[in-house]
């Protein structure tokens, strides 16, 4: 099992867009500039936890809290991050982070979880007004199960 906290704010790995020059085809990740120091800071806290460990093998269950900072012009009333990024851009940022750190073998190992978007600072926020931008992601391998044939 592995439960750290990744600093900074989370960003989501977006839509790639295709574009033809001369012969070649190339691939751009459109919102690259925010998305690499993301993937950076999730690198380096996955593999200081990780050091000297082996990658997780088999079925993996993730569960990850994004705390991103509130828009300066959302009233206080709101307490639910209810706009972009998406959730699940914002998974596949972290998921191919941990892939690259080594968590595991590839993302496609995990099969269960849960994945919450909270407002840093906000109610829902355990370290309260003091709470900055961060992900605080557990991951661990699903214990397989014995199955009987009758």
């Known amino acids: 099992m592995i439960t750290f906290t990744a600093y900074g704010v989370p960003r989501p790995q977006g839509s790639k867009r295709a574009f033809v020059r001369g012969k070649h085809a190339i691939i751009v990740e459109q919102c690259r500039e925010h998305l690499k120091p993301w993937r950076q800071a999730v690198v380096d806290a996955c593999r200081e936890l990780m ?8 079925p993996i269950h993730l569960d990850v809290t994004f705390y991103l900072p509130r828009p300066k012009s959302w009233p206080k009333r709101i307490t639910e991050h209810t706009r972009t990024p998406d959730r699940d851009k914002l998974l596949r940022a972290l998921c191919d982070a941990l892939t690259a750190a080594g968590a595991w073998h590839d993302d496609s190992q995990v099969v269960e979880g849960q994945t919450r978007k909270a407002l840093a600072a906000g109610i829902h926020d355990p370290e309260g007004a003091a709470g900055v931008p961060r992900a605080v992601i557990t991951a661990y391998e699903v214990p397989h199960q014995q199955v009987e044939v009758a």
């Open 51 to 58: 050091a000297g460990r082996r990658p997780m093998e088999g």
